[in-house]
């Protein structure tokens, strides 16, 4: 019986092998908008090949990033390649030969949506195939936005996207089919996500783009998204260590030096001082790596925790030591216990109310 049912499993193993083979016209969570599928009837179909080279330069606090991309764009154009391969030699065409046959032949034209500045290409190359079909690949750089609204950093995850939109044809004339979507080659050493961040996930999407230059035509856009997560390891030894360190020192100043002795006086304000200018350094240092966001996160969050930690014990300090000077030794002695004692029941608290808030 297990025979039989193994037998029964590979089989379906296979048929579901060969259906994913013959349908590689759609990639994996491939994901296509109902007016898409609507405008394409009866549309060209180019297909696009897309593989994320590099992602750098994140600027979280700037709402940037930096992106080199392979594009390539794939037709069938039977009247166009007859003419073209009997008139060049060679299959494959750059540099202003290429231009040139571009401005003579039918191909599509994209933008990349919502850059920041003009796309840098690096090159193109135009193909001719034996099937009667043209590519045309392009490999360029270009500055994306980054939607930063991300409460739980250094936690959660940031979505980055990539869309390209049809140029000079409608989605009526023409359509994008995104085929196939990866970051990074097979064989390729260098790390295509640069610096502290790890990808989590990555799809294609299709749909439809309005624009301002035209009431009645639609154009086909095709999106290449990557979920990417920072780096815990990271943020633990760059904001956290630091961060808890300082409000540690704090409350073990106030615990281990008591000001019923004269030489703890200075010693103690002077240290607090010290602490809180050390988290306006520490804030100041980590600007680039913290996003800029009209709500509080929770860096934000445990950076108003450690300073107002430390300004309560530096106010109380200057308070009990001036009860002390002036001889007021049991209403110092009790305010001391208790701040020691409270300030860090506090400290905690407030970080546990954060992350309710934030998680």
Same mark, same amino acid.
């Given at each position: ?111 990349? @949506?919502?850059? $920041? =500045?003009? #796309?840098?290409?690096?090159?193109? !190359? +135009?193909? %001719? ?132 002795? @004269?030489?703890? $006086? =200075?010693? #103690?304000?002077?240290?607090?001082? !010290? +602490?809180? %200018? ?82």
């Amino acid at each position: 019986m297990k025979f039989l049912i193994s037998i029964i499993l590979c089989f379906f193993s296979i048929g579901a092998l060969a259906s994913s083979i013959t349908e590689h016209s759609k990639p994996l969570n491939y994901k296509e908008s109902e007016e898409a599928k609507h405008l394409d009837k009866g549309s060209k179909h180019v297909k696009v090949y897309a593989v994320i080279d590099r992602i750098f330069e994140i600027d979280i606090n700037e709402g940037t990033f930096k992106i080199e991309a392979e594009l390539l764009l794939k037709w069938r154009n039977n009247k166009d390649i007859k003419r073209l391969k009997s008139d060049f030699a060679e299959h494959t065409i750059t540099g202003d030969k290429m231009h040139e046959v571009l401005e003579h032949t039918w191909h599509p034209e994209f933008i990349v @949506k919502a850059e $920041i =500045e003009p #796309r840098s290409t690096l090159f193109r !190359t +135009l193909h %001719l195939n034996k099937d009667n079909s043209i590519e045309l690949f392009e490999k360029f750089e270009t500055t994306l936005p980054i939607n930063t609204d991300i409460r739980e950093y250094p936690f959660g995850t940031l979505q980055l996207h990539m869309d390209i939109v049809a140029f000079t044809h409608d989605a009526k004339e023409m359509t994008f089919d995104p085929v196939m979507f990866e970051i990074g080659h097979e064989e390729q050493d260098t790390p295509v996500l640069v610096g502290n961040w790890s990808l989590i996930k990555h799809y294609a999407d299709k749909k439809v783009s309005h624009r301002l230059s035209t009431t009645d035509q639609m154009y086909t856009q095709n999106g290449f998204h990557f979920i990417i997560q920072h780096d815990f390891n990271d943020a633990l030894q760059k904001i956290f260590f630091p961060l808890g360190g300082v409000v540690l020192i704090s409350l073990f100043l106030n615990l281990f030096s008591s000001m019923r002795h @004269k030489e703890n $006086i =200075e010693a #103690r304000v002077m240290g607090q001082l !010290t +602490l809180l %200018l050390t988290i306006f350094a520490l804030k100041f240092t980590l600007a680039g790596e913290i996003p800029a966001t009209h709500y509080l996160n929770l860096i934000d969050l445990m950076f108003l925790i450690a300073t107002g930690a430390i300004i309560i014990n530096l106010f109380s300090s200057m308070a009990v030591s001036e009860w002390y000077l002036e001889g007021k030794l049991e209403l110092a002695q009790k305010w001391e216990r208790i701040l020691d004692r409270t300030t860090p029941i506090l400290v905690l608290v407030s970080i546990g109310a954060s992350c309710y808030v934030v998680f």
